[in-house]
Every structure is written in structure tokens, then in C-alpha cells.
């Protein structure tokens, strides 16, 4: 129980990274007890030199950097240009792919399929309505709407159903052709000024 306790407060209170700062975080380790001095001794020394090699490509990397952006600032090329070239050449790239040509050709030929299939759906539709139209079962209720608008249209004229349509008062043939000075019979008192 005491090993369970003892276990994380030896361990290290930080990860350290990946890279250079990781073996320099990490201290050195005792040397394998098959190494002889000798040996050690031209590790080191080989390490010492890696080391410095490492750290001259690091300032001849920053040089070249420099240079090329030098170069990149005298012939006017912009990040935003380098952008732009960049995303052309990738969609170059993608446009000439298999893949994408062979997804190009499955949406064309499946947009041709659908709208054939909508087409005929329309069509089929289309037969459909006209079949339920001439059915003896529509032409039944046709008939019965026939008659049912004929009973109540009043059977006077045609102008009669335009103003029902208008929404207006229905107007009678008698009140359309009485003109509007003639008195109405029984009323004449009434209607003579005093």
C-alpha cells in the first residue's frame, strides 16, 4: 500500500515535450553498466558535435529564410499571391484526380436519372388525373355540381349571376327595367311633393 502512495509523488510534476528540451528536461541517465570510458567519452564527443551541427543549420536555415523572403519582397510576391497560387494549383490537383472525375460522372449521371424519373412521375400523374376525370364516378359528380349551380342561379338572365358574383344585393328583371321616375304603384301620395 505504502508502493501506491510513493508512485506519484515520484514522478515528474511536468511532461516534458518532444525535441531538444525533452532530453535537456529529462538530466542525464547513468550510463549502461557495459559502457567503458572510452566508449563514453566519444559518445560525448559526438553529441558535442551534433549539437553544433544542429545549431548551424539552424542559422543557416534562418539565413536562407531571410534570403527568400528577400527575393519573394523584389518580385512582389505577396502571401496573399502565394495563397492564391497555392489553393489553384490544389484545385488543379483535385480536378484532375480519378476520384473526383469519378464522383463528377456518378452526380451526372444520377442528376440524368432523377430527372428522368421526376419526368415520368410527372407523366404518370398527368394519366392519372386524366383517367379520374373521365371516370363515371367524376363525371356523376360533375353533373350533380351542374345541377346543383343551376338551381341556384335564378333563372332570369345572365346578368343575374354576374352581380350574385359581385357580392352585390341579387337584382330582380322587373327593378332593372322599371325606370327610376315612374312612381311605384299604390305609393303615389307618397312620393308627390307637398
Not at 46 to 57: G, M, N, P, R, S
Not at 156 to 182: H, I, R, V, W
Amino acid at each position: 500500500m505504502e508502493d501506491a502512495e510513493k508512485g506519484p509523488q515520484e514522478q515528474p510534476e511536468s511532461v516534458p515535450e518532444v525535441g531538444e528540451d525533452a532530453v535537456t528536461a529529462v538530466g542525464p541517465s547513468p550510463p549502461p553498466p557495459a559502457m567503458t570510458e572510452e566508449e563514453r567519452q566519444e559518445l560525448q564527443e559526438e553529441l558535442a558535435k551534433v549539437e553544433d551541427e544542429i545549431q548551424t543549420l539552424t542559422q543557416v536555415l534562418a539565413a536562407k529564410e531571410k534570403q527568400l523572403a528577400d527575393i519573394k519582397r523584389k518580385l512582389g510576391i505577396t502571401p496573399l499571391n502565394e495563397l492564391k497560387q497555392n489553393i489553384s494549383k490544389t484545385w488543379q490537383e483535385v480536378t484532375t484526380s480519378t476520384a473526383y472525375k469519378r464522383t463528377s460522372e456518378t452526380l451526372s449521371q444520377a442528376s440524368l436519372k432523377a430527372t428522368a424519373a421526376f419526368s415520368n412521375m410527372g407523366s404518370a400523374i398527368s394519366r392519372k388525373l386524366e383517367d379520374v376525370r373521365n371516370a363515371p364516378t367524376f363525371k356523376s359528380l360533375e353533373e350533380k355540381v351542374e345541377t346543383l349551380k343551376t338551381k341556384m342561379t335564378p333563372s332570369g338572365s345572365t346578368s343575374d349571376a354576374g352581380s350574385q358574383d359581385s357580392g352585390g344585393p341579387p337584382a330582380t328583371e322587373s327593378f332593372l327595367t322599371q325606370p327610376e321616375d315612374s312612381p311605384i304603384p299604390g305609393d303615389d301620395d307618397a312620393l308627390r311633393p307637398v
